[in-house]
């Protein structure tokens, strides 16, 4: 049984392609991932393997930007809030 593969355009034309079409669009689009600096799901969650735990023991991020969020509020406390700065 031979079955032709359905390609829908964004327009919403329905294109009907012979398998060797379709490998070709698929290729085409594989390339095109390829070109376009997005990393395959395979090559991200090698880097994320990789990466993982190489950083522990440094300082935390989430504690660092907590830290800069007391500072800041410091600061505008110091400041004063706009409806209470003496007119």
């Known amino acids: 049984m031979f079955v032709e593969a359905r390609l829908i355009t964004p327009e919403g034309e329905i294109v009907l392609l012979s398998t060797m079409e379709y490998r070709k669009v698929l290729q085409t689009l594989a390339d095109r991932a390829r070109v376009s ?11 994320v393997a990789e990466l993982r735990g190489k950083y522990a023991g440094g300082p935390s991020l989430a ?14 406390g110091a400041r004063g809030r706009p409806s209470e700065r003496p007119s």
């Open 37 to 47: 600096g997005r990393p395959r799901r395979e090559d991200a969650r090698s880097l």
């Open 63 to 76: 504690s660092a930007l907590l830290e800069e969020h007391k500072q800041e509020r410091k600061r505008e």
